[in-house]
T-cell receptor, first 110, second 115 residues
Framework: RKEVEQDPGPFNVPEGATVAFNCTYSNSASQSFFWYRQDCRKEPKLLMSVYSSGNEDGRFTAQLNRASQYISLLIRDSKLSDSATYLCVVIISGYSTLTFGKGTMLLVSP | NAGVTQTPKFQVLKTGQSMTLQCAQDMNHEYMSWYRQDPGMGLRLIHYSVGAGITDQGEVPNGYNVSRSTTEDFPLRLLSAAPSQTSVYFC??????????????FGPGTRLTVT
């Protein structure tokens, strides 16, 4: 079983839609969680960290469910510019490295 | 700050050739890493370093060497290029993940083709 799993998509949504992605992780010692965004042929960039109590940044909301071992990303009022691949990233306690999911592709159409 | 820089941006090699991908950061980050990204495979860790003089293997280290003589530089060497090493290579730096380092700063990538 992969340590971090994501639905690869693509998720095709119209502008203005609300879309949500989930990411499941297998190691219960996972301690830190992040969402990164990667545009086509570009480097990944941090979108937001995911806190235990959930957090919001404008149209983006991230949540953590430790009991079921998943994190989620909700995007409201989708824009064309939200089209990208969204990577789930986990740091496992005591590890020196990050674990990346393979990413979920989002395509927002006019 | 330039952030993380990588050179070259593009490279074509013949099988058996060797080369070094350069990576430098000016943020005084202790942690640096190299990933390769292939379609459908996501980002896979090749090697990483938690500080000058310290390196370790990641998930896919075979065929690659690294060294970390300074905090700023973390070159990746391909010893004898193979077509299976055709990929996009990203270098990244951050504060140490073990100490809560969160944001990884990625370089723009090197697109390598081995024929």
């Amino acid at each position: 079983r992969k340590e971090v799993e994501q639905d690869p998509g693509p998720f095709n949504v119209p502008e203005g839609a609300t879309v949500a992605f989930n990411c499941t992780y297998s190691n219960s010692a996972s301690q830190s969680f992040f969402w990164y965004r990667q545009d086509c042929r570009k480097e990944p960039k941090l979108l937001m960290s995911v806190y235990s109590s959930g957090n919001e940044d404008g149209r983006f909301t991230a949540q953590l469910n430790r009991a079921s071992q998943y994190i989620s990303l909700l995007i409201r009022d989708s824009k064309l510019s939200d089209s990208a691949t969204y990577l789930c990233v986990v740091i496992i306690s005591g590890y020196s490295t990050l674990t990346f999911g393979k990413g979920t592709m989002l395509l927002v159409s006019p | 700050n330039a952030g993380v820089t990588q050179t070259p941006k593009f490279q074509v090699l013949k099988t058996g050739q060797s080369m070094t991908l350069q990576c430098a950061q000016d943020m005084n980050h202790e942690y640096m890493s190299w990933y390769r990204q292939d379609p459908g495979m996501g980002l896979r860790l090749i090697h990483y370093s938690v500080g000058a003089g310290i390196t370790d293997q990641g998930e896919v280290p075979n065929g690659y060497n690294v060294s970390r003589s300074t905090t700023e530089d973390f070159p990746l060497r391909l010893l004898s290029a193979a077509p299976s090493q055709t990929s996009v290579y990203f270098c990244a730096s951050s504060n140490p993940p073990k100490r809560g380092g969160s944001e990884q700063y990625f370089g723009p990538g090197t697109r390598l083709t081995v024929t």
